[in-house]
Every structure is written in C-alpha cells, then in structure tokens.
C-alpha cells in the first residue's frame, strides 16, 4: 500500500461534558501522534468524536442511569 494511501481513523467514544477546547485540543494531540508516529500528514487523519449520554450505555449490567441512581 502506498504511504498517502494510509488515511487513520480514530473513533472515540464516550461520555458529555467536554468544552469545544478540550475536544479541539485532544483532535490536534491525536492528529500530532499520528504525524510524530507514523510520518503521516496531518491532512490524512481523521477523528470522530460520539458522546454517549447516561440512557445509551451501562457497564456492570446497569445501564448507567440507573446506577447513579442506586
């Protein structure tokens, strides 16, 4: 596979409450790893970020609404 073929996808997942600068710092930190790691251009990496609410996710059997509630 050619090198400008290589396009990384990172899909991150998780709970609300971030400010748009935490999100844009943590895409730029990401992106850099990727250009310091693999000698790939910032250009090619793309990042999906999904927040998760507390009624679309458990853990332990939970959902996780219902924990905080317990």
Known sequence: MRKENRMP??????SPGRT???RQLL????TE???EAYGTRSEAVTVFMQDFDD???GKGGL????????
């Open 27 to 30: 895409i730029k930190r990401i």
């Open 55 to 57: 009624e679309h996710w």
């Open 9 to 14: 996808i990172v899909t991150i997942q998780q």
């Open 33 to 35: 790893a990727f250009e």
């Open 20 to 22: 748009k600068e935490q």
């Open 63 to 70: 959902l996780h609404a219902d924990r905080e509630k317990s």
